[in-house]
């Protein structure tokens, strides 16, 4: 299973930008999807989950809620990360993941199976 990551660059605050991720070598429906982000010298932290319907169940880190909008395109088998209002706080490497089973959590980082390469988004002041 392979995930790559695209649509990170260089904005400054108050802009847009949207991640997609897709997903090859498996059978991306069945998958729960998640994102993450490492800012430098900071721990990999959750963003975002979402089922595997795209409908049931979606969940956002306080950090984000109401800014960023989590999505899936599972005939494109691509995940997405909508960020609005971007702030510099929201710089780092971000990451998507899968999950191919159901686990007990959708915010820990080993809860996941597989992960992308990440992209680089960075917000200026």
């Known amino acids: 299973v392979q995930l790559v990551e695209s649509g990170g660059g260089l904005v400054q605050a108050g802009a847009s930008l949207k991640l997609s991720c897709v997903v090859s070598?498996?059978?991306?429906?069945?998958?729960?999807m998640g994102w993450f982000r490492q800012a430098p010298g900071k721990e990999r932290e959750f963003v975002s989950f979402v089922s595997r319907s795209g409908v049931a169940a979606t969940y956002y880190a306080d950090s984000v809620k109401g800014r960023f909008t989590i999505s899936r395109d599972n005939a494109k088998n691509t995940v997405y990360l909508q960020m609005n209002s971007l702030k510099p706080e929201d710089t780092a490497v971000y990451y998507c993941a899968a999950q191919t089973s159901i686990r007990m959590s959708y915010a820990t980082r080993s809860s996941y199976d597989y992960w992308g390469q990440g992209t680089q988004v960075t917000v200026s002041s």
């Open positions: 070598g498996g059978t991306f429906s069945s998958y729960r």
